[in-house]
């Protein structure tokens, strides 16, 4: 009797057991083709209908574009996806990369801090299913039970040899193009391979292998850069007969009708008197802004350029052993400072006066590469105050010109600088400087021993013709070098302050501020229309627009430029009989046998 008691036990226990299995199975194929509701059911998270599309169309296309609006919560949505893949598909290998480390560690912390604590039962599920959690400067991953695992890799050459089935980029537009396609693609060498594709009914079946993902996240950005191309092949895919492409934009406005973002938020924005329309529309309303129709400058040229690490700060505080470097041979430091000395106010948006100093690095063909390493923008100071604070940015970064707007307001200024000027904070006096290309000018400094360093700049047309078209040779032939975007910043702040990352966002906003004016140089640059009359090209900012950097920039690089043309000239000219002899006399020398 006993005997068959436990017989039939074992075989209830067989059959509870397959129906179990039974039961996974369905279950698993059903959550599988309706993720969104499987993060409902399993992971207790309510979804809003555009989550839920972007979810299911992530899961179920192997090329993704998914343009977002700031405050939309992209992130959120691609931590819920990493975790609804990692526990639906056993032994699934994710990495997510961006630019910079922190950047892609976000989607971690979401994970980590959010899924992991706040959603119940869902949460606890959630927990069980995760071994390991490691989210530190160097090492950010998460393994799950299931072997899955998540982890985040920078987008560098540093990431060469990943292997991963999913592959998130997050903030894409930031990434070099050449990373994606040399480094990070080819992640994606090894497709998952679950144990049943062993079994011979389904070892060469293809219906059978999975393909791998890669999902492109960002706000929108130029229509010259590459992520805007990468789009259009995309949507032409996605429209197409070809399967597997989804793109898709989420703008401000479903930001606003879902509760995500405050319409009297944006309204506050757009008040502002430092509103950009172009940026906003990029990064908020989704929309590829075009740079290359009526414009001057495109972003094409200038991005290229934006190869700087470091900027150089003023305040020797600021940094462990911050020293502005000494010049080396033949280099020039130019400060360059286009006066505006009204405020912004009440909706109305005035020029600022901007400061941008370049150091000017000779090349063995006797050419200047300028490297801007630090611009700043100040509204609202007195006459005297620009005055000051120029004259000691000049002392500070060891400058040996300075190029001032002395039309209109700016004569005041210069005629300040060309007297000694005594620091009342620190009780340091500033010798006059004089004017080295106009002698009325130069005539205006009664200290006769003056240096004569500053270069006195009265804008007409013939002039303004000139500086735009040299300023856009400059750039189209790689002799301009700016600061890299403020997004990939931290990592080369972060080298040289101790702590950065832990800094308060005020302090950390000080140190990234000359990247940030950098960008703001970037979009007034490609911001300006202009237009020909006669012979020459007339450079002019849209309405609300401004061109104060600009206008900086293009003093300072044709100063340059004159300043290029005395270092040719000398080279020209330093010619020795000495040397001529003994060169002649080396050809003549009897060669040595071997």
């Known amino acids: ?27 698993t194929s059903f959550y599988r083709e309706n993720p969104h509701r499987f993060a409902k059911d399993y992971l207790n998270v309510e979804l809003m209908l555009f989550q839920k599309m972007d979810i299911y169309m992530m899961m179920h296309n192997n090329h993704s574009i998914i343009w977002a609006s700031r405050g939309i919560g992209k992130t959120w949505e691609t931590a819920l996806f990493c975790i609804i893949r990692a526990i639906l598909y056993p032994g699934t290998k994710i990495c997510i990369c961006s630019a910079t480390r922190p950047q892609a560690n976000e989607v971690l912390l979401k994970i980590v801090e959010d899924f992991c604590v706040n959603y119940g039962y869902g949460s606890d599920n959630l927990n069980r299913e995760i071994e390991t959690k490691v989210i530190a400067a160097n090492k950010a991953e998460i393994k ?29 537009r930031m990434v070099d193009k050449n990373i994606i396609d040399t480094v990070i693609t080819k992640f994606k060498a090894d497709p998952r391979r679950p144990p049943y594709l062993k079994k011979p009914e389904y070892k060469d079946n293809e219906k059978y292998q999975e393909d791998n993902i890669e999902v492109y996240l960002s706000s929108c950005w130029f229509k010259s850069h590459w992520s805007y191309q990468k789009s259009i092949t995309y949507l032409k895919n996605f429209m197409g007969a070809r399967s597997g492409y989804y793109i898709v934009g989420h703008p401000y406005q479903l930001a606003i009708k879902e509760g995500l973002l405050k319409r009297t938020a944006v309204e506050d924005d757009m008040l502002e008197p430092g509103f950009d329309q172009a940026k906003f529309d990029m990064e908020m309303g989704c929309l590829p802004y075009s740079d290359t129709d009526g414009t001057f400058f495109t972003f094409e040229d200038i991005s290229n350029c934006r190869k700087l690490k470091y900027a150089v700060y003023p305040d020797r505080r600021m940094l462990k052993n911050n020293k502005v470097p000494d010049l080396i041979p033949d280099e020039k430091r130019i400060l360059s400072v286009d006066v505006a000395l009204l405020a912004s106010k009440n909706n109305k948006r005035n020029d600022a006066s901007s400061i941008i100093i370049n150091s000017a690095i000779p090349s063995n063909s006797n050419k200047y590469t300028a490297n801007i390493i630090y611009l700043e923008n100040v509204e609202g100071l007195r006459t005297e105050e620009l005055a000051l604070k120029v004259r000691k940015l000049f002392s500070i970064y060891k400058c040996t010109d300075l190029a001032v707007d002395v039309v209109g307001q700016g004569l005041g200024v210069f005629d300040a600088i060309s007297r000694d000027m005594l620091d009342p904070e620190t009780g340091e006096l500033y010798p006059a400087l004089s004017c080295c290309n106009d002698s009325d000018f130069a005539d205006r400094c009664k200290d ?102 600009y206008s900086s920039l293009a003093y300072n690089y044709w100063v340059q430029c004159q300043l290029e043309r005395d270092l040719t000239q000398r080279s020209n000219n330093d010619f020795s009989m000495k040397k001529y002899i003994k060169g002649l006399s080396a050809l003549a020398r009897k060669p040595k046998m071997y």
């Open 448 to 549: 006769y021993n003056a240096p004569k360093v500053i270069w006195a700049i009265k804008g007409n047309s013939a002039f303004n013709n000139e500086i735009c078209t040299t300023l856009r040779n400059g750039f189209q032939s790689n002799r301009i070098n700016l600061l890299i975007p403020e997004e990939n910043a931290d990592a080369s702040i972060s080298e040289r302050v101790k702590n950065y990352f832990k800094l308060p966002k005020h302090e950390k906003l000080i140190y990234q501020m000359p990247y940030i004016q950098t960008t703001l140089l970037v979009y007034e640059l490609i911001n300006l229309e202009y237009e020909i009359k006669g012979v020459n090209i007339k450079i002019k900012e849209k309405s609300g627009m401004r061109k104060d950097r």
């Open 144 to 172: 799950f039970y299931n072997n899955s695992w998540i982890k985040v890799v920078t987008a560098s050459d540093s990431a060469r040899g990943n292997r991963a089935n999913i592959v998130i980029i997050d903030e894409f």
């Open 1 to 27: 009797m006993s005997t068959e008691i436990i017989k039939r036990k074992k075989e209830n226990e067989a059959e509870n057991l397959d129906a179990l299995l039974e039961g996974i199975e369905l279950w």
